[in-house]
């Protein structure tokens, strides 16, 4: 793998674990796309860093089981700014 691949999916990591953000925000700030964020900290991670691999799992596991209520939430806010 190449290097720049691997620092790349070493910096999303530690972005992800610092500020708890998304795919979506993540890859925004990395200026790729969410497919490359899922095979970066998904995949590749797990090889490169193990111990950091299971924290973003973790991060991205509690994200996982709380999108239902951010899309309530947005959903909410999109018919209130309607009226």
């Given at each position: 793998m190449r290097?720049?691949?691997?620092e790349r999916a070493t910096?999303?990591?530690q972005y992800?674990?610092?500020?708890?953000t998304t795919?979506?925000?993540?890859?925004?700030q990395f200026g790729v796309s969410k497919?490359?964020?899922h095979k970066d900290v998904g995949i590749r991670l797990e090889t490169i860093n193990k111990c950091l691999f299971v924290k973003v799992k973790a991060v991205l596991d509690k994200n996982k089981s709380e999108r239902h209520i951010r899309g309530g939430l947005a959903?909410?806010?999109?018919?209130?700014?309607?009226?």
């Open positions: 290097d720049h691949i691997k910096a999303m990591a992800i674990i610092e500020n708890g795919v979506r925000e993540t890859a925004k497919s490359t964020v959903t909410k806010e999109k018919y209130l700014n309607l009226h």
